[in-house]
Structure formats: structure tokens, C-alpha cells
């Protein structure tokens, strides 16, 4: 074992580093569901920067400094509240804001969203069937982004009023009637949010022929 060590020490320091890189500056997370479609598609790896809000001690949740603030229309990656496991949402409610759903609309601190674009299309489930959807441009003043609805899933399209606690984040889906979210899970400390995922590094038809999609590399969120 000495003399692997002796031998590959170039080759493992690089490994430490490498891995010291990942867990602590930049990242890349392949997408498995289409939870946050149509912004991410399932075969899309987004490159996630880790140092966008928070620098914390390596393979750990403590927050060491604050580098800066997330912001309503991030996509993010965080652990879930409920059982830890790696999930990518939509950040839209900031501690202290007032977040409601009202027939698929969404209401933050009283001012209803304006939705326009409308666009009718097809949407697979991932088992080889396919389901009506109305894609919109969801409109705030500080942000603006595609999402959809699923003709007949609206199952939780009615929530609140609830009020954002200090320190949290309500994270919605842009999928909104096949995402596990916030209306599920709760609301989601910053200590466990990994960072901001702003573009697409590489993405491939994983529910087709598996063929890449050039037009989405390199598109930014």
C-alpha cells in the first residue's frame, strides 16, 4: 500500500483536490425527473455554484461565511427537509414573504402573478404516456420564468396563505402539478440549500434515444 501511495500520490492528490472542489465550490447535478420542466428537461446536468450564497466546511451543512443572498426566481439545489435526499426547485418565497396558490396562481404577499404565452402541448409521464399541459410565462417584478400546468393532476393547486420563517425558503417546482416541493416537504432551512444552478452543462434525450441536445448546452437558467 506504501508504495501505491509513493507511486500515485500525484494522481490521488489530484483526487483530494477534485473532490475537495466538488463538495465545496462547484458542482454538476444531473436532473432524473421532470419535476422542473419546461425550464429543465430530464437528461440535463446543470452546473451548480456551491459558493453563490454560502461557504461551508466540506461534506458538511455548516455555514462558515454568508456570500450572498438567494434571491426569488433562483433554481437551487438543496437537501430535502424530509429525508435528505439532493432535489432542484425554484426558489419563490423569501424569509418572511406570504406565499398562496389560488386555482394553479400564485399569490406572494398579496399580488397575484401575471401569466401570459400561453402554449398547448403534449407532456410525457415518464411510463410512455403523454398528458395535455398549458405552458405559461409566470410574471413577477423581480423575476419571470416558464412553467406549466397538467390538465387533470391539479391536485394541489390551493395552498395557503403561509408565511415564510427567517432563516427558510419556499421552493415550488416549475411543474407545478408533478413536483415534489414545499407543499409537500415544508419549508427549507438555508443551511441546507447547496447552491445556485444557473446554467446547463451537457444534456441528452435520456427518455427517448438518448441522442445529446446541442441546442441546451451551455443555456443559462
Known amino acids: 500500500m506504501k508504495r501505491f501511495i509513493k507511486d500515485n500520490r500525484g494522481f490521488l492528490v489530484f483526487l483530494c483536490c477534485f473532490a475537495l472542489f466538488r463538495t465545496a465550490v462547484a458542482d454538476w447535478n444531473p436532473v432524473p425527473s421532470g419535476s422542473m420542466r419546461p425550464s429543465l428537461l430530464e437528461g440535463d446536468v446543470v452546473l451548480v455554484n456551491r459558493l453563490a450564497y454560502d461557504l ?29 435526499t439532493r432535489l432542484i426547485k425554484r426558489l419563490i418565497g423569501l424569509p418572511g414573504d406570504t406565499v398562496e396558490m389560488r386555482n394553479e396562481k400564485l399569490l406572494i404577499n398579496g ?24 405552458r405559461l410565462t409566470e410574471n413577477f417584478a423581480d423575476y419571470s420564468h416558464r412553467m406549466q400546468i397538467l390538465d387533470g393532476m391539479q391536485q394541489h393547486s390551493n395552498f395557503g396563505p403561509l408565511k415564510v420563517p427567517q432563516g427558510e425558503y419556499l421552493m415550488l417546482g416549475d411543474n407545478r402539478d408533478n413536483s415534489a416541493d414545499s407543499r409537500f416537504f415544508g419549508f427549507v432551512p438555508r443551511k441546507l440549500i447547496i447552491g445556485h444552478a444557473h446554467h446547463i452543462l451537457v444534456s441528452a434525450d435520456i427518455l427517448s434515444n438518448w441522442m445529446p441536445r446541442w441546442d441546451r448546452f451551455g443555456q443559462r437558467l
Open 56 to 84: 461551508k466546511l466540506p461534506l458538511t451543512d455548516i455555514v462558515l461565511a454568508h456570500l450572498g443572498e438567494p434571491q426569488r426566481g433562483d433554481v437551487v439545489t438543496f437537501s430535502s427537509p424530509k429525508n435528505g
Open 111 to 134: 399580488i397575484e402573478a401575471e401569466y401570459d404565452h400561453a402554449q398547448n402541448l403534449e407532456e410525457p409521464l415518464g411510463n410512455g404516456e403523454h398528458i395535455p399541459a398549458l
